[in-house]
């Protein structure tokens, strides 16, 4: 904890390690669980976290090669960082990673709050005579409020929200399994995936002005390493949004983008 008497300004911070028998534990260097920040300098340098998107307050349960981790963060202030995007595993299930990266991150940092945690389950390999099998799973949010007025839709004259106020917030899942055999014969080594699949569900809103909601639904496979393999996926869009660009562009009036 410090404070300068000079400049007025405190700074506090606090980081935790824990590790109990070495099956709770945080998963970081040194089992660091995350990292907690106060600072106040004044009326437009404040902000409060407890861990960061990019560094979420993170514990694990491992029992062998079963384990539960659970990450989560909450922050407040003037230097708030733009939300995260969702796990990579979603992302690839999904098959979209554009439709998640729309947007400058340094566009969205600065005043608000946001808050997020997910929650993620793998069983490693499970053997049974020459068969195999592992299996993960997730479930996560992220919800964000920022205030910001250098941020516009292109070919719009108005900053976005409302008095300045914007809400991004998402919420998702995924499921991902693969059975095969292993083999050690000398001249044959390795293992041989039979099946292998993986689902997953996004569900992202963004509000007021624009104000759009997207959701995707997507499953893939494939069996006998990839001999045959397909995917399905389900979208839905309501609202309009836009391609959002900085105070200092010019804007240009175009018609409003949509989904890619």
């Not at 069983?123 to 205030?147: C, E, H, P, Q, R």
Request: a negative charge; hydrophobic letters at 40%.
């Amino acid at each position: 904890i410090q404070y300068s008497f000079k400049e007025k300004v405190f700074h506090a911070q606090l980081d935790v390690n824990v590790n109990f028998a070495n099956v709770l534990f945080g998963p970081k260097e040194n089992y660091g669980a995350g990292q907690a920040v106060i600072h106040f300098a004044n009326n437009d340098d404040w902000y409060i976290y407890v861990g960061k998107p990019d560094n979420p307050v993170a514990l694990k349960l491992g029992i062998k090669d079963l384990s539960v981790k659970t990450t989560s963060y909450i922050m407040a202030g003037n230097k708030i960082p733009a939300m995260k995007n969702p796990p990579a595993q979603v992302i690839d299930i999904l098959h979209n990673e554009a439709w998640f990266n729309n947007r400058e991150p340094e566009l969205f940092e600065g005043k608000g709050f946001a808050f997020g945690s997910d929650f993620n389950v793998g069983t490693g390999d499970l053997n049974f005579l020459i068969a195999y099998a592992n299996f993960s799973a997730g479930v996560g949010f992220d919800i964000m409020l920022i205030k910001t007025d250098s941020v516009y839709c292109k070919g719009d004259n108005e900053p976005i929200g409302l008095n300045g106020w914007y809400a991004d917030g998402q919420v998702y899942s995924y499921l991902a399994g693969e059975l095969g055999v292993q083999i050690n014969l000398g001249f044959i080594k390795g293992k041989f995936p039979i099946i292998k699949t993986g689902t997953a569900a996004m569900l992202k809103g963004e509000l007021p002005n624009p104000s759009v909601l997207r959701g995707a639904l997507a499953l893939k496979y494939e069996l006998l390493g990839g001999m045959i393999k397909g995917n399905m996926n389900f979208k839905f869009k309501v609202g309009k949004g836009c391609e959002f660009v900085g105070k200092d562009e010019p804007p240009i009036d175009i018609d409003i983008l949509g989904e890619n």
